[in-house]
T-cell receptor, first 117, second 115 residues
């Protein structure tokens, strides 16, 4: 009963290709996120969706396009992959409802390690 | 905008010794504070959080942290570490009022517990 799952776990691809990473959460949360962790372990927010609506879009190249078909899913599509896109991408979810004890806690998926050759 | 500084990039410590990981933040608004742990090749797991109330927060696995508003710090402590505590630890903040609840992370502190 994985809370936040991501597929694939590893992704190795050539420069210029297009790839997607999928994320699903079964926690009933209303908000989902994508974070990028670089080779020095630094974590930075990329996107956030609340109830399928984009609410955070940090300075990320247009080649990255998130899509949220429903509250439980947030996918990340990357066009024309570059060497600098190599990183670990983490999906996370949280609940912003006032009644929840776990409000504001972000639950992270296991990560997708993307290697661009 | 917020920023988070974790003053130590690596902390070696002997098993059963205490450990303190330092975290300072900068923000023009009120923030929520978090500590996450990342074991090798895994995702992040929440250790503890401070939203309001008592400034001493207890978390999982025997960790605790103290929020000090005047010093804008949120240091993490454990009185006696185990080998299994070897991991990367991240301090993070979020703006209490901003939409989206994004986390701003520090650079991480790698804890290596030696037998």
């Amino acid at each position: 009963d994985t809370a936040v799952s991501q597929t694939p776990k590893y992704l190795v691809t050539q420069m210029g290709n297009d790839k997607s990473i999928k994320c699903e959460q079964n926690l009933g949360h209303d908000t989902m996120y994508w974070y990028k962790q670089d080779s020095k372990k630094f974590l930075k927010i990329m996107f956030s969706y609340n109830n399928k609506e984009l609410i955070i879009n940090e300075t990320v190249p247009n080649r990255f396009s998130p899509k949220s078909p429903d509250k439980a899913h947030l996918n990340l599509h990357i066009n024309s992959l570059e060497l600098g896109d190599s990183a670990v991408y983490f999906c996370a979810s949280s609940e912003t409802g006032l009644a929840r004890r776990d409000r504001y806690e972000q639950f992270f998926g296991p990560g997708t390690r993307l290697t661009v050759l | 905008a917020q920023s988070v500084t974790q003053l130590d990039s690596q902390v070696p410590v002997f098993e059963e010794a205490p450990v303190e990981l330092r975290c300072n933040y900068s923000s023009s608004v009120s923030v929520y504070l978090f500590w996450y742990v990342q074991y090798p090749n895994q995702g992040l797991q929440l250790l503890l959080k401070y939203l309001s109330g008592s400034t001493l927060v207890k978390g999982i696995n025997g960790f605790e942290a103290e929020f000090n508003k005047s010093q804008t710090s949120f240091h993490l402590r454990k009185p006696s570490v185990h080998i299994s505590d070897t991991a990367e630890y991240f301090c993070a903040v979020s703006d209490q009022w901003a939409a989206g609840n994004k986390l701003t992370f520090g650079g991480g502190t790698r804890v290596l517990v030696k037998p």
